[in-house]
């Protein structure tokens, strides 16, 4: 599934980012990467998602949220 079928609320983990190498190095950066854990914190305007990754909140449009492919991850309670 990808982070822009994702409801807020839920968390998951980064399988891949299919989006230019500049770009990705760029959100490797911020902690989005393959394996980084989101969690989804709001939808955004358009179709975007605000994500928190550790402790820093991202907000990303629907055209990248559509090529950022997730799975979701149990909580532990």
């Known amino acids: 599934m990808d982070l822009a079928s994702c ?3 839920a968390t998951v ?3 891949d980012v299919e ?3 500049s770009t990705r190095r760029r ?3 911020f902690g989005l990467a393959p394996g980084a854990v989101l969690h ?3 939808r955004g305007g358009f ?3 605000v ?3 550790g402790a820093d909140r991202l907000a990303l449009d629907a055209g990248t ?3 950022v492919r997730v799975e979701a991850v149990a909580v532990r309670s």
């Open 7 to 9: 409801e807020p609320g």
């Open 13 to 15: 983990r980064v399988l």
């Open 19 to 21: 989006l230019d190498e």
């Open 27 to 29: 959100f490797r950066t």
């Open 40 to 42: 989804v914190t709001h």
């Open 47 to 49: 179709g975007g998602r």
């Open 51 to 53: 994500v928190g990754v």
């Open 65 to 67: 949220c559509r090529r």
